[in-house]
């Protein structure tokens, strides 16, 4: 398992994409960003009940919280858009596909 370590709000809008693009294949992401299961697993969910604004780390007094643009906001938003895109368009060709295999593609 993955430990644990610290990453930017930009970073966890990345790391989130990538796991929306590959279907929540959270063991594939662990793998590929070195971050644990339980920190993607949180990202991911707090991303779906708030957005990007909710991938911010609040913790401690002590440390500057980086603030991202608004333009850096949308850039992490539309590329968490353009993986459930991706992953939407994945879907819909297998459909397609399952279908033609069952003999009619109607």
């Known amino acids: 398992m993955a430990k644990g370590r610290k990453t930017t709000q930009e ?3 990345e790391i989130v994409a990538f796991c929306i693009e590959h279907n929540k294949n959270y ?3 662990v793998e590929t960003y070195k971050v644990s299961y339980q920190q993607i ?3 991911v969910r707090k ?3 708030g957005g990007v604004d909710k ?4 913790r401690g007094r002590t440390k500057p919280v980086e ?3 608004e333009v850096e906001k949308l ?3 539309m590329k968490i858009l353009e993986a459930k895109n991706r992953q939407l368009e994945i ?3 297998f459909i397609k596909k399952l279908q033609e295999l069952k003999g009619g593609g109607r």
């Open 55 to 58: 991938l911010k780390d609040n």
């Open 11 to 13: 970073e966890r809008a």
């Open 41 to 43: 697993y949180n990202w």
């Open 67 to 69: 603030e991202m643009t």
């Open 27 to 29: 063991g594939l992401v």
């Open 91 to 93: 879907e819909n060709a």
């Open 75 to 77: 850039k992490a938003e």
């Open 47 to 49: 991303y779906e009940e």
